[in-house]
Nanobody, 126 residues
């Protein structure tokens, strides 16, 4: 059983930066595909970024160049560094973990991920 706990959310102004962290227990982050999704009020949850177990990184077009995903194997955490934040980035951010198996990994698909955290709120004011 994998448990994921997000932290680092908060209220910031447009143009500011935040760093979200996802602490995993029960399985090493280096042995899983790890993703970040977000859900804004009244909208469906959407893909933000992911890091595959081999270290490949993936980003939604809306955050490319502003967000960076990274992994700390020693701390068993995955982080999302968010720069140049915009009001449109306001959402609850969720960390998720996916099994590594022989099938192709589709980082954008929620159905890939078996475990989810409770989420952390990010609010960007204009």
């Amino acid at each position: 059983q994998v448990q994921l706990v997000e932290s680092g959310g908060g209220l910031v102004q447009a143009g500011d930066s935040l760093r979200l962290s996802c602490a995993a227990s029960g399985r090493s982050v280096s042995a899983q595909h790890m993703g970040w999704f977000r859900q804004a009020p009244g909208k469906e949850r959407e893909f933000v970024s992911a890091i595959g177990w081999l270290g490949g990184t993936y980003y939604a077009d809306s955050v490319k160049g502003r967000f960076t995903i990274s992994r700390d194997n020693a701390k068993n955490t995955v982080s999302l560094s968010m720069n140049s934040l915009k009001p449109a980035d306001t959402a609850v951010y969720y960390c998720a973990a996916a099994y590594v198996d022989t099938t192709p990994y589709h980082p954008h698909m929620e159905s890939e991920y078996k475990y989810w955290g409770q989420g952390t709120q990010v609010t960007v004011s204009s």
